[in-house]
Nanobody, 123 residues
Framework: QVQLVESGGGLVQAGASLRLSCAASGRTFSTTVMGWFRQPPGKPREFVAYIRWSSGSTYYTDSVKGRFTISRDNIKNTVYLQMNSLKPEDTAIYYC????????????????WGQGTQVTVSS
C-alpha cells in the first residue's frame, strides 16, 4: 500500500500562483510514476501532469503547459505541482496518484490516490 496526502490548495485570484504538495509513504518502492489529476465541478477527473520517479522526465496536458511544473524530491518522497498564472478554468479538486508507468495519462494507470485538495481561482 502507498499512502498519498495532498496539501497546498486554496482560493486565489486569477493570475496568482499555488504550489501543491503530495507526500507519499508506505511501499513507495513500487512507484514508477507520480501523476496529478483534477476534477472540475460536474466534470470527470482529467489528467494534468506526470513525472517518472527515477528519471524525472515529465509530461503535461496541453492546457497547463508553460504554466504548471511538476517536480519531485526523492529524499522526501514528495511530488509538487507549481501552478502559475492560474485561470478560473483551473478550478478543481486536485489529486495526486502513484502508479507503474502503464497508461500514465489515464486514471486507470494509477494504483493509489490521495484524498484531493481544492483549488479555486476567482476571476
Amino acid at each position: 500500500q502507498v499512502q498519498l496526502v495532498e496539501s497546498g490548495g486554496g482560493l486565489v485570484q486569477a493570475g496568482a500562483s499555488l504550489r501543491l504538495s503530495c507526500a507519499a509513504s508506505g511501499r513507495t518502492f513500487s512507484t514508477t510514476v507520480m501523476g496529478w489529476f483534477r476534477q472540475p465541478p460536474g466534470k470527470p477527473r482529467e489528467f494534468v501532469a506526470y513525472i517518472r520517479w527515477s528519471s524525472g522526465s515529465t509530461y503535461y496536458t496541453d492546457s497547463v503547459k508553460g504554466r504548471f511544473t511538476i517536480s519531485r524530491d526523492n529524499i522526501k518522497n514528495t511530488v509538487y505541482l507549481q501552478m502559475n498564472s492560474l485561470k478560473p478554468e483551473d478550478t478543481a479538486i486536485y489529486y495526486c496518484a502513484s502508479g507503474r508507468y502503464i497508461s500514465p495519462t489515464y486514471t486507470e494507470g494509477y494504483d493509489y490516490w490521495g484524498q484531493g485538495t481544492q483549488v479555486t481561482v476567482s476571476s
